[in-house]
């Protein structure tokens, strides 16, 4: 599979995710306290298949390969791309953290949830358009053939540091899976 086409395709699982905490943000704002188990679930997805799975094969070789092809031309925005992922990563930690106080119904932890899941939620729907609508395009004519294929056989020997990739994948979905069962269970 093209480099770029896997990182699409797990743009969708993660995207399923990212709706699902969207709507958890809406409830949120209208007063209805989601199950802290949804968030908590949502939160080891977000670091296990988003960030450690997903952004390293994104921040590490990816834009690793293309700073090292172009000479620093994009530099400037593949830092904004890894901000954004740093962003993200630091919004899911302080839900995480508020989640205690948060079950227990603290008004101070509910505003800290709510307050950044928006950031999270509205930062990682942009960031995945332009990289699916504008990087990952430029990529794709960036890369020759070989590139491509040195990028998916490095693909695949990160996915062996998570044990068999398809189990990964499908431990993932199930996952998401049960987000949505919870979100439709209150």
Known sequence: MHVTRILTKEHVLIKQVL??????RRALETGILVPAIFFEKAGIFCSEFADRYHHYKEEFLLFGLLSYKKKGELDTAMGVLRYQHDRCRQC????????????NKDEMAVTLVLEHLGVY???L???IHMED???????EKCLSTEEKDSLTGQFAEQACRFGNSDKFLDKHQALADELSDIM???
């Open 184 to 186: 439709g269970s209150w």
């Open 19 to 24: 709706d699902l905490l969207d709507e958890s």
């Open 92 to 103: 899911m930690a302080q839900i995480t953290r508020a989640l205690e106080r948060y079950e």
């Open 133 to 139: 609508h504008l990087f990952f395009p430029m990529a």
């Open 125 to 127: 729907h942009r960031h």
């Open 121 to 123: 939620v509205s930062l």
